[in-house]
């Protein structure tokens, strides 16, 4: 990208550039599902294989699929729904509902829910029914085709698989169960959780309907791949419309993971977290400050991005105190030191604020106690302190006892940042007791 | 005050049935409804008084609260370079009223409807029980249901779909059906509510409401702030602040005790948003003290309450709640008791009526006349007026001095004269003696006081009194033309007003004795001492106690312990009393009893707390139960040996120890198996 | 961010698919704060580009969080909902409101009246089917912090709530506090952190000299702010506040000027003549002790009437006899141990010393510990020691300490509807109990374990 090219030709790149980032950002921000997973393919295969089993040969099946967030639990489904649903004879079947934990927070909803993807509701109309299982099999024995004796296979994808375990009497998680065990219609059951013990959190009777397959996602995935993975995210299609353009973006992005100090940002990203969000993330404020004033990621790009990922919140809050509001921080650091942690309230803190001030016999800093106060009640806004119990209306404001939501190493870190901080103070901060 | 809360039920007393319950029981029957309707009369005038009364001390606080509301709805709409920083701030009156709760409802009350006639239609008063809980739903509801009530039918329980209906019907312009109630419905409607203009707006209390300015501010009044849950209020206002520039909002604090507590109960990230303004309203010692000054110490009403009654009500004021209405209703419960139970009060009226009335008395009344402690001689009427107005004098007079011997208040006074012959209390003397020494300026003054008061008075003792005084003064004025040198003997008081020491004063007193002695009277000192000759026979003849005055009973209510009993109730005692002598709330002979002793009859409670009275501090229960056991079964005459014998008794005992429980006397304890602990001391 | 060298101009290289024009008039709208603006509309990319899920700003008060996003959004004519999540006391609001602003009213309308999140979802989903977006939508939810009391799973859908609408959708939460204390225990997608740093005492000048007086030059003003920030700014860095601040002091500031004592230029005078001023407004407006109101007309009259008194000057409380003396009793209750009543209220207790009844753990005062609850009992085992006459134990007696309760005089610490043995706290401060015991002359100090 010679800077007189991009000058030259500035429209045109324009073009290509909006089209890159439609391109990558429906990639890292939509994750729209990659043309196939390197890291896990024999779990698609597992998977692909059971669902086919059920689409095809109406058996039926009960699968979890275990990992960590961002591990591409999600990603992993819905490349082998794709796959699965290229078959005309399936596309044509298969049932899909789809529930959510987060969504569905009791079995009547869920249900309700059901009926609605699976769009059964004239069917049901206003009936009312004994049981939620008697309610389910209804459900399922209304897809029955008017022409084959059996019913059409439904695929139930429960996400966040776990918080259904919390439903009164795991019923829905009881019934599908159920129905998966016996022959009755074609049912398969896809979990998805991120809880590596979400069996310890199912009942004896729901956990002996499950057929115990598990697809583990636990990234195993070596430093390498991680690069492979960073390339191939940061790559552009072969179907770009501007061929030339995506060749060299390609070629400049094998440059850049080759790049030692990027590798370096990318290990330490690595290091602290393999999931893909994460990961996204992170690309994506490179992608970002693309334009046509910089048209390709530089690697001072991704060190700024690193360095926004990494900046510690609170330090950055502490930043944003007043003096005063930082002298008492330092105040609650030191009771915290001499009193081993004990709970502290605000008389406390003031004395020790107090004693500073006679120490040091400048007038600066003493102001009357409401406006200490003031400053006091911010940092609990801001929750830096919290109170230990919940009865706050119960107690004088000046007595209700705090906790110091921070330890000392952002104390003194923040003390460093600082702009413009008295040395009296940042000596006080640092000394080892008030 | 939770104390003033208490709200005595107000009687209608036009029903029939009231009359036939005041005429049941009451002493002379046959006069009963005169004097019901005579109390009836009497208390719905001195109500009305009284609501009188109340207004103008009110008005001043309330003109000041209406001009702020108006200054700050204009300011809102024209705003100077400097206002506009204070847009986001919600102006906010802090109504300091005192501890006396129950007071303020009245205060209230006239606030809003004064507000509604002069500034705007929009005003919402809530208390703090009507927002209960922890959550602001309620007090939202309330505010938007109140306001929109003005337009609506009420909302019932369902107020959500109500205020939609409201804001619904009010909008002409098409409004989104809002699931919940918000501030945001109340912006809508408001807009409405000014857009169509409050002239045209929908019929009710409003359409009086003169609309001077287009947007009238939306006025809520928090009746008890002291009482809100902090979080919901805190909350609240941080929403109400986010609509300041939509909708003309601004609060009005009922404040019982100081306004410190705001800053108690708002974090400064909230009070930052308010604007706050002290208003004062007068306290309720003063306010006392006028309805004491025009209300009993005024000869309109004739009824009177003794010293003893007196004592009671005011130290019920002044010990125990500040409340003013409820001073008023111990009046009333006294006006009634004392129509109700004194026979003669048929007399207690103006004086033609009494005459007329006692035309109709009969027979058994002259008798009661005739029995009556009082009555050596019949004169016509008693001298209401001359004790009244020789008190102000007096007052007058007194209240001046240094140290107060007469008292500051004029009640004293009244109290002092109600107990005893005034003039022979030694108060009254060094009142007498400081009298003596006052300079000829401050003592014209005083006279002139005394004058003015005796002016309108028609009684021609009172007349004569008057003109006596009249030209003494008129003597006075005259010394002062012919020798200036008197004037320029300055009041030694002057510097009795420091030296709060009585023994001090005393002494110095003594001294100025001494001085006065030696030197020769000047004639100013001659003509001040018959001034006080005077101002002392007048007294004397005037101030005489009304137990000393004849038919005193008449118009005099005196039994202080019923009003006591019933104001100020001591459920302990009744309690124990109700225990100890059942006979007393059980009028039934076969408990009567000549000395303290519980008889066997007694319900099982007594009994069983009599046998409790005589155990130490841990009682076994069931040594209790054989006494009790023996003691009933005396009662019932079957011998303790029969088989059947305590059947029944056990069942009872156990129901009377857990009455006792109930009532705190005893309970149950770890210490030792089947043993109860005592928590009272003492026996018998 | 606040560390790259000087912020990049919002030009149209650089955000393609805004016009120029909109983009000059939000970098002027927007002091101080081009860097982040920057960021953010980099982050946001076209209109009709995806963005991130989620985006959570975070920030000090008042450091232009929802002021930056606003002009955005607005400005830029994108399709988005502001929600203040203090008024939406109730999820179910939430969800209106979204709707209402993304969809409009039918939208709103078609909600149950207890709306889960399953049907906010349902519908959403629905009316975007209907009304694909052709351009990133936004919900911006200011005070995001409160999200947490509201509905367990609510914030982890926001998160996410792309990925359950499959709409192009991003969602900016608005807070003062840190990410760290919003994560659910189950943890949730992480959105993306973004730090609006506070302004600088630099830029707090320049944004703070914009709003000058019309009627005075702007170096004048600007000079004005420069000894008010040297006076506020080790207290509060609050920018609503010092505008506030600055806004009610400035008549006084150029009271000299106007009254011709001295020139706009001769700065020195002028700050003789605030600073002690200003001082006085430490304690009183900036702690709204005194209102803005009053402070003003203060300033008209100009009549040194001594240290005006603030709200919290006027402290004195009217009480009923008893009242004062069962408060006394109350505050002695809650200062001094229970175990030391004995020797304070039993006459001819033995001489006993403090130190004999003087606990290792007691090194610390209790009246710097703050008051200890106690039992009804003995506050009027204390009561009744305390006041000098008999009194009978009349209801009134104890209504009244229902009623100083009611006042926040003394605060219920046991449950409500505890009715045997409840307990109490005394809640008045020291100056204002030795008040109300001075006027019934009695005095507290003698009385009181910690100055013994």
């Known amino acids: 990208m010679s800077k007189r090219k991009a000058k030259g030709a500035s429209k045109p790149i324009g073009e290509c550039i909006s089209q890159l980032q439609k391109c990558l950002r429906e990639r890292l921000c939509h994750n729209r599902i990659p043309s196939q997973l390197e890291a896990s393919e024999a779990q698609h295969k597992h998977l692909l294989g059971l669902l086919q089993r059920t689409a095809n040969n109406g058996e039926s099946n009960s699968v979890l699929i275990i990992g960590p967030r961002g591990s591409g639990k999600t990603a992993l489904l819905k490349c082998v729904l794709r796959d699965l649903l290229q078959e005309k004879e399936v596309q044509k079947n298969l049932l899909q509902v789809h529930l959510n934990g987060l969504l569905q927070t009791d079995d009547r909803i869920a249900l309700k829910e059901i009926t609605r993807q699976l769009n059964l509701e004239n069917v049901v109309g206003d009936k009312v029914f004994g049981s939620f299982a008697e309610n389910l099999v209804f459900l399922l024995e209304a897809l029955k085709k008017g022409d084959r004796s059996t019913t059409r296979p439904v695929l139930f994808v429960l996400d966040e698989f776990d918080l259904f375990a919390h439903h009164k009497n795991q019923t829905l998680l009881y019934n599908l169960l159920d129905v998966s065990q016996s022959a009755q219609a074609p049912v398969a059951v896809v979990g998805l959780t991120c809880r590596l013990d979400v069996l310890e959190l199912l009942e004896k009777r729901v956990k002996s309907r499950f057929s115990h397959r598990q697809i583990h996602l636990l990234s195993t995935l070596s430093f390498t791949q991680y690069l492979e993975q960073v390339a191939s995210q940061l790559s552009l299609p072969d179907d770009f419309p501007d061929r030339e353009f995506a060749l060299d973006w390609n070629s400049s992005m094998r440059r850049f993971c080759e790049d030692k100090s990027v590798e370096g940002i990318l290990q330490r990203h690595f290091n602290s977290s393999k999931d893909f969000c994460s990961l996204h993330m992170l690309l994506m404020l490179c992608l970002s400050r693309i334009s046509t004033v910089n048209p390709t990621i530089k690697p001072a790009d991704i060190l700024e991005a690193s360095r926004l990922c990494f900046s510690d919140a609170k330090s950055n809050m502490l930043h944003g105190l007043s003096i005063l509001e930082l002298c008492l921080v330092i105040a609650m650091k030191h009771l915290n030191d001499v009193y081993e942690g004990e709970p502290f309230n605000f008389q406390m803190v003031h004395n020790e604020f107090k004693k500073f001030l006679q120490r040091k016999s400048s007038s600066v800093y003493n102001f009357e106690q409401p406006v200490v106060m003031k400053a006091f009640e911010h940092l609990q806004q801001l929750e830096l302190i919290r109170p230990v119990d919940g009865s706050s209306a119960k107690t004088q404001r000046e007595y209700q006892l705090m906790n110091l939501a921070l330890d000392s190493s952002q104390i003194i870190e923040a003390l460093h940042k600082y702009p413009q901080c008295p040395t009296d103070i940042k000596q006080w901060g640092m000394s080892a007791f008030g | 005050m939770g104390c003033f809360v208490f709200k005595p039920n107000t009687k209608k007393k036009k029903t029939s049935s009231l009359n036939d319950h005041f005429t049941h029981g009451c002493k002379g029957a046959e006069t009963s409804d005169i004097r019901f309707r005579l109390f009836h009369d009497l208390w719905n005038k001195t109500k009305t008084d009284i609501e009188i009364l109340q207004d103008e001390l009110n008005k001043k606080v309330l003109d000041s609260l209406l001009d702020f509301t108006r200054k700050c709805s204009i300011t809102r709409q024209h705003s100077n370079w400097a206002s506009q920083m204070r847009a986001s701030e919600i102006p906010t009156a802090a109504l300091m009223l005192g501890v006396n709760v129950p007071d303020h409802d009245m205060t209230f009350q006239s606030l809003s409807e004064l507000l509604q006639q002069s500034v705007t239609p929009h005003v919402v008063s809530v208390q703090a029980k009507e927002c209960a809980g922890k959550l602001i739903h309620n007090m939202e509801k309330r505010v938007l249901e109140r306001l929109m009530d003005t337009l609506v039918a009420a909302a019932d329980d369902e107020e959500e779909e109500e205020i939609e209906a409201a804001a619904l019907q009010q909008s002409d312009t098409p409004v989104h059906r809002s699931v919940h109630c918000s501030l945001s419905v109340l912006c809508e409607w408001y807009n409405t509510q000014t857009k169509v203009g409050p002239k045209s707006s929908t019929p009710g209390k409003k359409r009086s409401s003169p609309s001077k300015d287009q947007y009238p501010p939306v006025v809520i009044i928090f009746k008890d702030l002291e009482a809100f849950n902090q979080k919901v209020l805190q909350d609240f206002i941080l929403i109400c602040s986010r609509y300041v520039e939509r909708l003309p909002l601004m609060f009005i604090f009922g404040i019982a005790t100081s306004p410190s507590t705001i800053q108690h109960m708002l974090p400064h990230s909230v009070s930052s948003l308010l604007c706050i303004e002290l208003f004062q309203s007068l306290s309720c010692t003063h306010h006392l003290a006028t309805v004491i000054d025009k209300l009993i110490l005024t000869p309109k009403f004739p009824f009177k309450l003794s010293g003893k009654v007196m004592q009671v009500l005011i130290s019920l004021f002044l010990y125990h709640d500040f409340s003013v209405r409820n001073f008023i209703k111990g009046v009333q419960l006294a006006l009634l008791e004392h129509f109700h139970s004194q026979p003669l009060s048929v007399l207690c009226c103006k004086k033609k009526e009494a005459l007329r009335n006692l035309a109709q008395l009969s027979h058994g009344d002259l008798e009661r006349i005739r029995q009556l402690p009082s009555f050596t001689r019949y004169t016509g009427h008693w001298s209401k007026f001359k004790i009244l107005c020789g008190q102000k004098c007096l007052h007058a007079l007194t209240s001046s001095l240094p140290r107060y011997p007469l008292g500051k208040q004029i009640r004293e006074l009244h109290l002092i004269c109600l107990e005893k012959n005034v003039w022979e209390t030694e108060d009254y003397q060094s009142a007498m003696k400081l009298l003596k020494m006052l300079a000829k300026d401050e003592l014209i003054a005083l006279l002139q006081k005394c004058t003015e008061i005796l002016q309108p008075i028609k009684s021609k003792m009172m007349k004569s009194a008057f003109v006596q005084l009249e030209d003494m003064l008129n003597k006075f004025k005259q010394l002062d033309g012919e020798m200036g040198e008197a004037s320029s003997l300055t009041s030694p008081l002057k510097n009795f007003q420091k030296k709060t020491d009585l023994f001090q004063l005393q002494k110095a007193l003594l001294e100025m004795n001494e001085s006065r002695r030696s030197k020769k009277q000047s004639p100013y000192e001659n003509l001040r001492s018959d001034v006080l000759e005077f101002i002392d026979n007048l007294v004397k003849s005037h101030l005489p106690p009304p137990e000393s005055q004849t038919l005193n009973e008449v118009c005099y209510y005196s039994s202080s312990s019923s009003v006591r009993r019933h104001l100020n109730a001591t459920p302990r005692t009744s309690i124990q009393a109700a225990l100890s002598s059942p006979y007393y709330y059980l009028p039934n002979e076969s408990l009567q009893t000549d000395d303290g002793s519980v008889s066997n009859a007694a319900p099982d409670i007594c009994i069983v707390h009599k046998l409790h009275l005589e155990c130490g501090r841990l009682i076994n229960l069931y040594d209790w139960m054989q006494a009790y056991s023996t003691v009933v079964s005396a009662a019932e005459g079957n011998d303790p040996d029969s088989d059947n014998f305590g059947k029944f008794s056990s069942a009872r005992f156990i129901r009377a120890v857990s009455e006792l429980e109930f009532l705190g006397f005893i309970k149950s304890t770890k210490q030792k198996t089947d043993h109860v602990a005592r928590l009272t001391w003492g026996g018998c | ?452």
């Not at chain 3, 939406?88 to 009213?105: D, K």
């Not at chain 3, 004062?324 to 006993?352: C, E, M, Q």
């Not at chain 3, 305390?386 to 104890?398: C, G, H, K, L, Y």
């Open chain 3, 1 to 452: 961010m606040s560390s790259s060298p000087l912020p990049p101009p919002l030009q149209q290289q650089r955000h393609p698919g805004y016009e120029e024009e909109r983009l000059r008039r939000v970098a002027e709208q927007l002091p101080c704060r081009e860097v982040q603006a920057g960021m953010l509309l980099s982050l946001m990319g076209e209109p009709q580009q995806y963005s991130l899920p989620c985006i959570f700003i975070y920030g000090h008060r008042a450091s232009g969080k929802s002021y930056v996003v606003n002009v955005l959004l607005k400005e830029l004519e994108l399709p988005h909902a502001t929600i203040s999540c203090a008024e939406c006391i109730t999820a179910a609001l939430l969800f209106e409101q979204v709707l209402l602003a993304l969809f409009g009213g039918d939208a709103a309308a078609t909600l149950p009246r207890y709306p889960s999140l399953s049907d906010f979802v349902r519908i959403y989903r629905h009316h975007r089917s209907r009304a694909p977006a052709e351009q990133t939508r936004y919900i911006v939810l200011e005070k995001a912090e409160l999200l947490r009391d509201m509905d367990a799973n609510l914030l982890s859908v926001l998160v996410r709530l792309q990925e359950l609408v499959e709409d192009n959708l991003t969602v900016l939460l608005l807070s003062e506090l840190v990410w760290d204390t919003f994560r659910p225990n189950t943890g949730c997608l992480e959105p993306l952190p973004l730090h609006f740093p506070d302004y600088t005492k630099a830029e707090l000048h320049q944004i703070l000299s914009r709003d000058r007086h019309p009627s005075y030059s702007a170096d004048l003003y600007a000079s004005y702010i420069h000894i008010l920030l040297g006076i506020f700014y080790a207290v509060c860095r609050d920018l609503r506040e010092l505008r506030h601040l600055a806004a009610l002091n400035f008549t006084k500031f150029c009271e000299p000027v106007t009254e011709g004592k001295a020139k706009e230029s001769d700065t020195h005078k002028l700050w003789r003549n605030i600073e002690p001023h200003l001082k006085k407004a430490m304690q009183t407006v900036y702690l709204r002790e005194v209102s803005s109101l009053e402070w003003e007309k203060m300033q008209q009259v100009e009549t040194e009437t001594g240290p005006l008194r603030g709200l919290s000057a006027h402290t004195h409380v009217e009480l009923p006899f008893y009242s004062k003396f069962l408060l006394i009793a109350a505050y002695l209750a809650s200062y001094n141990p229970a175990r030391t009543d004995k020797r304070f209220f039993v006459k001819h207790h033995g001489k006993i010393k403090k130190t004999k009844f003087l606990k290792k753990n007691e090194k610390t005062s209790n009246h710097l510990l703050g008051p200890k609850p106690f039992p009804l009992d003995r506050l009027l085992a204390i009561f009744y020691s305390v006041v000098d006459s008999r009194v009978a134990p009349t209801a009134s007696i104890f209504s009244q300490i229902s009623s100083l309760v009611t006042l926040q005089l003394l605060t219920q610490v046991s449950h409500v509807d505890q009715l045997d043995a409840p307990k109490y706290k005394c809640a008045v401060s020291m100056d204002f109990i030795c008040a109300v015991s001075r006027t019934v002359n009695f005095d507290i100090i003698k009385y009181l374990y910690d100055f013994l």
